[in-house]
């Protein structure tokens, strides 16, 4: 039987039909070898940290590098727009805007009073205050 | 129910719109609200691909990286309704759009599709397990390994080497990759060309170990068929105390 027809289908095939493949394939040239690198996060955590923290890296950048750096998490920043915190849809409406809308929603009094229960603790999350103190 | 052909509209163009953020004219919509419905659902996909390729994202450039993110949710149109297999459409999505020679990133399908699938073993369903005796000679017999896992060959080592680093050391790379019974990890063994072909032919169940063993000798050229057994065997036990060779098929 060829050894192409006992190969065939099977990952190594393009490997081991090239003439060259165990002398060129640098995995193959121990044909014994194995490595168990264990879980996923062991894997990762190899990989992640084989260099200096991301910290020590943007040192290491400081000038043009750092400052592309810092452009491209401004990039980024428009995604984290504001972290979820002190958006102008909440904040900048004012705890008078939100109570009024809410009341506006309901008629009847128990609503409203959820209704301020809800508006106090949207400006507790919002900003936590500090808009009010502006 | 089908919707109204204004309702449709209107959503289709919601829904453009948190996807690419061009503007676009909503009927009953704060223009100064709609961009938080962009941010958050955008933050979802952002972090979930993040989440799944946390190597891709520390090494790429963020440019590309939130180019690729940004093209991704832009232009594609998800056809899995579940978050977590989500990635799985941008490793499919980056390797049509070939960015490995657009970006200059040789090894990134490798990459990405070896994080991908530490996901997709983990959350695949549970196989069933075949039926084994652990007493039998191995040599006559045909092995039983986990059913929970994969063989995939690598052009690049980026189960092994940083990325940039694997980039320069193109071949011939192989993965197993097993889920483990009790605790549901995925484990990652680097084999040699050998012990793949070995592996992949106890997958298939068609032949005893023996005869596995005259395959072998014949394609690798190995005269030593003891020294092959001792390998081989030493290697299988130590795969059965990982969890992966079973035993023997009843």
Redesign the interface.
């Known amino acids: 039987m060829k050894?192409a027809n006992?190969?065939k289908g099977?990952?190594?095939a393009?490997?081991?039909l090239s003439v060259t493949?165990?002398s060129?394939?640098?995995?193959?040239s121990?044909?014994?070898?194995?490595?168990?690198?264990?879980?996923?996060?062991e894997?990762?955590t190899e990989?992640?940290n084989?260099?200096t923290s991301?910290f020590n890296n943007y040192e290491a950048k400081c000038g043009e590098k750092a400052a592309k750096?810092a452009k491209?998490?401004g990039?980024?920043a428009e995604?984290?727009?504001g972290e979820?915190k002190c958006?102008?849809?909440k904040c900048g409406e004012g705890k008078g805007d939100v109570k009024k809308a809410d009341a506006k929603s309901s008629s009847k009094k128990a609503s409203k009073k959820a209704a301020a229960t809800e508006s106090k603790s949207k400006e507790m999350k919002c900003g936590e205050g500090k808009c009010e103190d502006k | 129910m089908l919707l109204k052909t204004e309702t449709y509209n209107q959503q289709s163009n919601f829904v453009q719109y948190c996807r690419d953020g061009k503007e676009v004219a909503i009927l009953g919509t704060?223009p100064?609200?709609l961009?938080?419905y962009r941010?958050l659902v955008?933050?979802i996909i952002?972090d979930t691909l993040e989440t799944t390729f946390?190597?891709s994202f520390?090494y790429i450039?963020?440019?590309i990286w939130?180019e690729m993110v940004y093209n991704y949710f832009s232009s594609h149109k998800c056809n899995d309704p579940q978050v977590w297999r989500m990635p799985k459409e941008f490793v499919d999505f980056c390797k049509a759009e070939n960015y490995t020679t657009k970006f200059n990133l040789p090894f990134l399908n490798d990459l990405l599709y070896f994080e991908w699938l530490?996901v997709e073993l983990?959350m695949m369903e549970d196989d069933t397990y075949p039926q084994v005796n652990s007493t039998k000679d191995w040599l006559k017999e045909k092995i039983a390994v986990n059913p929970e896992h994969k063989?995939?060959?690598l052009e690049y080592?980026v189960?092994?080497?940083?990325p940039f680093e694997a980039a320069n050391?193109k071949?011939?790379?192989?993965l197993l990759l097993f889920r483990e019974k009790e605790t549901g990890?995925?484990?990652?063994?680097?084999?040699?060309?050998?012990?793949?072909?070995l592996i992949?032919?106890i997958v298939l169940a068609e032949k005893t170990l023996e005869e596995i063993f005259n395959?072998i000798l014949?394609?690798?050229g190995?005269n030593d068929l003891e020294m092959l057994r001792s390998?081989v065997f030493k290697?299988l036990e130590?795969l059965k105390t990982?969890g992966f060779v079973l035993g023997v098929h009843c």
């Open positions: 050894k006992l190969i099977t990952l190594v393009g490997a081991l493949a165990l060129a394939t640098p995995n193959a121990r044909l014994f070898d194995y490595n168990a690198l264990g879980s996923g996060a894997v990762r990989i992640l084989s260099e991301q750096k491209a998490e990039k980024k995604a984290k727009c979820g958006g102008e849809g | 704060n100064e609200r961009p938080h941010r955008f933050n952002k946390p190597i520390k450039d963020t440019e939130d530490e983990y063989i995939i060959k080592p189960h092994l080497e940083k050391k071949g011939d790379y192989f990890k995925v484990q990652f063994i680097n084999l040699s060309v050998l012990f793949t072909f992949e032919n395959d014949y394609i690798f190995i390998e290697f130590d990982r």
